[in-house]
């Protein structure tokens, strides 16, 4: 083999190489970006349900079962929750077609206050609105 035969076919390694290295490198931003959407989704999806706690057909709940004002706060903290989780469903839409890393870093930075929000809801969810007091094993489960 001549060596400008054999730089050639180097050259053509390595530059496969480097489409093989972008290529999975948007990949994996994208896989990112789809599994930001299922969370803000999810947490759509939880907002609602949320909202439509109603205290009078919670009595199944027992001593768990909010009273007026705490379903009021509920409904607040879900509100917040759903618009935050709208944002982030726009933020991982948008870098789920665009693939580029501005958008992908902006999807993930919407991810935060969803997850905030998310355990906010789902401690006056779970955390049976005070009555117990848990919160601590709760916070922990949650953001591990």
């Not at 060596?3 to 050259?11: F, I, L, Q, R, T």
């Not at 379903?71 to 077609?97: I, K, M, N, V």
């Not at 902006?106 to 905030?116: E, G, I, M, N, R």
């Not at 005070?130 to 591990?144: D, E, I, K, R, Y």
């Amino acid at each position: 083999m001549q060596p400008a035969a054999g730089a050639a076919v180097n050259a053509g390694a390595a530059a496969r190489a480097r489409l093989q290295i972008v290529a999975e490198a948007k990949r994996r931003r994208v896989n990112a970006a789809t599994a930001l959407f299922v969370i803000g989704c999810a947490a759509a999806v939880l907002a609602l349900f949320a909202m439509t706690v109603d205290p009078a057909n919670s009595g199944f709940l027992g001593p768990c079962a909010p009273t007026d004002e705490e379903a009021a706060d509920l409904r607040a903290a879900s509100e917040l929750l759903l618009l935050a989780a709208a944002a982030q469903l726009l933020g991982a839409t948008t870098a789920r077609y665009t693939a580029a890393w501005p958008f992908s870093l902006f999807a993930c930075a919407l991810a935060f206050p969803v997850s905030y929000r998310a355990y906010v809801v789902l401690r006056m969810l779970v955390g049976c609105h005070g009555h117990v007091g848990h919160s601590a094993t709760l916070a922990v489960h949650f953001w591990a």
